[in-house]
Structure formats: C-alpha cells, structure tokens
C-alpha cells in the first residue's frame, strides 16, 4: 500500500484501531452503491446503511453544500430548517411522538433516551438485551455486549437473553414471545426488590446487532403489556431498521408492532452527515429538560437539517422503501436457493438479510467459516461483514439503491465463494 498507510495510521492514530478485512481497503471514492479503492478497484458495498440513499447522492451534497455556504449555526436561533424537518420526520410516527431532539451520534441519542425514562419515571432501572450494542458513551455502554465495563456492570441494569431464530428463549419458537415477556417481568422485579424501581426496557425491533431473528409480528406484545404495567417506558431503537430499511415499513417498530415511549434513530439519517435524534412525547422531553437540561452544539444544525431534509426527499422520490421491499424480496429468495451444508438460515428483511453459519449438521456457530466468506467476497469484490452473538451471520445491509442486478452479482460471488468452502 502507497506512504505505508497502515502503519502510519496506527502510529499516529494508535493501537486497537480495528480495520475490515485482513488486508484492510483503502477506500477512496464512491457513488451509489459502488467504491473504489486507491488502486482503482471498484467493489460492490453490499454492508454500508450509512448512505442510506447512495454514497455521494448529489441532491444531499448539493443541500449540504448549498446551506454550509449560506449559514451553519446552532440551536439557540430561531431558523425554519430544523423546525421543517422537525413536522416532517415526526408526521412519520404516531402515537403523540411529535417532538424531536437533534443529536449528532446513535450514542447520544440513546444516551438522553435513557435519561429521558430516568427523568419521565423518576426511577433508575434500565433493562435490555444480553447481545446488543446501543452505543458508547458511559451509560449507554453499560449494555454492550462485547466488553464488560470496567467494575462490572452498574446493579441498576439488567440484561434479558435476545430472542434468537434458532436457540429460541425458552427452548420453543412458539413460545418464545411469552418467555422473552417472562424475562422482561423477572429483570423488572430484580430491579424493584434492589431499590432501584424501572424507568424502561430498550431495544431495537429488529435486533440488528442480535443477529436480527425472525420474529412475527406481534412478537413484543406480551413485552409491551409486562412493561406498560410496571409503569415503564419502553425506547426504540431505530438506528438500524429506520429510514424505510426493511421495506414494508419506514419504522422497526411498525414492522413488529411495538409502541414505543421514545424512538431514536441515527446512521442512515444525514446520509453520512452525523445527525440523528430522539423523537417522544412532549411530557418526557418536559421532564427531561427540567431534571439535565439540554444543548448539543453540533446537533440540529441548519446543515444537518438541510442534509436530514434531503434523505427524506430522496427516499420519497426515488421510491426507496418499496425498491427495499423488491429487491430485498429478489436477494432474499436467491439466498435461500443457496445449497452449502453450513447454512442454517436465511433471513430479514427488505434490504437487511442475513446468512447464518453453523457447523454442519448442528447449531453450534461457525464464526471463523463466516469470517472466512468475508474475507473471499471481498477479494471477489462484495463488500459485506458478519454480526450476531456467534459472529456467524453474514450481514447484508446495501445502500437502498442497491438493484436487482446488484443483487444477482452479489448471489454470484456468495454462491462461487460457497463452492470453494465446505
Ligand atoms: N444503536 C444501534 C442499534 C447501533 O447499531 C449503533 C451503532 N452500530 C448505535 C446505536 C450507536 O450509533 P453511533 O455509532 O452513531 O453512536
């Protein structure tokens, strides 16, 4: 690689800085759902939800473009831009969740949610997922699954088994509804018998980082009803799902049937410019601004509302959520035609699918086989990653201008790469 960049990079960015892949790629350009990297080379980004309407769309560069050159501020002047979007994005959901706080991470977002329930209950008891990922500030990071934080984990939350396509909580996919709800109930109790009372249960619809299980819908509403009677909130996280991703609906939530207190969202929402949010009711935003106030220099600027603005209109225009349902629908299928004995399932949703990696013949994961396939579909040009708690499940999450031809190209390479691999 040209001027060493590898090693640079981690002399002056430092250790534990993780790349992709084993030789890392040095990107350098792109345009909708094509790369290219320093030598030229064009791949097919088939992971990255982040430029949710296409890397460099130009009508969210030029509304970037167009607003950085007329006026970037903050919040704490009056412009229409960030109230426009504002009645935009909240006409997207029900429920009375009409007022949007403007942050500039996932984390963030998460981060005053979780503050938001603490502030709306006055309790402190936080419950989610034991295979999740919501972020990394302090509070926030208690709930990651990959690392213990240092002390070990705060009393005051609690963690539930994930629901999983094929190690069912509760030993049965019929039963798994009631058994999830039946772990919800027992953490809340814990939470009540420490003191600490419950102010809410957070979780992603879809369960993205969990390995996104195939769930009906439904699926949340013993949750909901165990919840709703402690008297807590329950937040969702749209990071991932949001934005039209898995096709039949704009928002995880809907797809599943869940109605949360408080929705937050990120990644695909500037298409790259780093703007997300937390959209709730007017009452808890109240009782959070009286207990920690609230300013976010960068947050809910009239760049960001401008680039956030653009999304939107190029989903909308560009029919993007239906294209999700139709493409996906078509890579869907065509993964599911795949023959390799390692595969287990097959899953997701719009433009969110998964291939799951077992041992053949068993349940047990095969996160270096999955790793493996990675690293070959990157040589072959298809760019993917892998997730879940095994780390044995191929995860494709495309650009939502992703075609049917880039789905078929994308069959390919993982049919040619199974063939070579047992
Ligand atoms: N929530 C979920 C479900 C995520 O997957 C992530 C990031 N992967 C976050 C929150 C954190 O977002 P950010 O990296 O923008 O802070």
Known sequence: MKNNLPTR???????????????????????????????????????????????????????????????????????????????????????????????????????????????????????GTDATYHGNTHLVSQFSAGRTPIGGRVDWVRRVPAPDSLRPVGGSVEGQAEAFAAEVA????????????????????????????????GFLAPTQDVVRAAGGLIIADEVQPGFGRTGGHFWGHERIGLTPDIVTMGKPMGNGYPVAGVVTRAEIVEAFRRDFGYFNTFAGTPVAAAAASAVLDVIADEGLQARAAEVGGHLLAGLRALDHARIADVRGAGLFLGVEFTEPGGLAPAPEFTAEVVERMRERGVLVHRIGRGGNILKIRPPMVFSRADAERLGTVLAGVLEGMD
């Open 9 to 127: 990079r981690e002399r002056v960015l430092g250790p534990r800085m993780t790349t992709f892949y084993r030789e890392p790629v040095e990107i350098v350009r792109g345009e909708g759902v094509r790369l290219w990297d320093a030598a030229g080379r064009e791949y097919l980004d088939a992971y990255n939800n982040v430029p949710h309407v296409g890397h460099g769309h130009p009508r969210v560069v030029e509304a970037i473009a167009a607003q950085a050159a007329t006026l970037n501020t903050h919040t704490r002047y009056l412009h229409e831009g960030i109230v426009d979007y504002a009645e935009r994005l909240t006409a997207t959901l029900g429920d009375g969740l009409d007022v949007l706080t403007m942050v500039c991470t996932g984390s963030e977002a998460n981060d005053i949610a979780l503050r938001m329930a603490w502030a709306a209950t006055g309790k402190t008891g936080l419950i």
């Open 186 to 217: 027992r953490a809340i109790d814990e939470l009540e018998a420490a003191g600490h009372g419950f102010a809410a249960l957070i979780l992603d619809p879809f369960f993205a980082n969990e390995g996104f299980p195939d769930l009906p819908p």
